[in-house]
Nanobody, 121 residues
Framework: VQLQASGGGLVQAGGSLRLSCAAS????????MTWFRQAPGKEREFVAA????????YYADSVKGRFTISGDKAKNTVYLEINDLKPEDTAVYYC???????????????WGRGTLVTVSS
């Protein structure tokens, strides 16, 4: 499967963005779609996850209340709505697909190329 992430850009602090990640193949109910991010000089970190079948969502504490993950089954696309952006949200955002929920990047086999979000203060 190929994952295509898009929607990043340069925004001012307090702004909003919606990231998209489209899968080239059908996403099944057993799959988990997850967003990670990696800031310059830092390790890749978990942001949010969505259990595709039941649409359960999980968030990192640092983004709760500001980020919303959702999925469109008809389009095989997962979204990440980002509100009240902060400079510390600056990172490359990656989507990934796995067979089980995990906050560890190493457990995900399929990755998109990433989309850059830059937040200016």
């Amino acid at each position: 499967v190929q994952l295509q992430a898009s929607g990043g850009g340069l925004v001012q602090a307090g702004g909003s963005l919606r990231l998209s990640c489209a899968a080239s193949e059908r996403t099944f109910s057993s799959h988990v779609m997850t967003w990670f991010r990696q800031a310059p000089g830092k390790e890749r970190e978990f942001v949010a996850a969505l259990r595709w079948g039941v649409q359960n969502t999980y968030y990192a504490d640092s983004v709760k209340g500001r980020f919303t993950i959702s999925g469109d089954k008809a389009k095989n696309t997962v979204y990440l709505e980002i509100n009240d952006l902060k400079p510390e949200d600056t990172a490359v955002y990656y989507c990934a697909r796995g067979n089980s929920y995990s906050r560890s990047p190493s457990t995900y086999a399929y990755w998109g190329r990433g989309t850059l979000v830059t937040v200016s203060s």
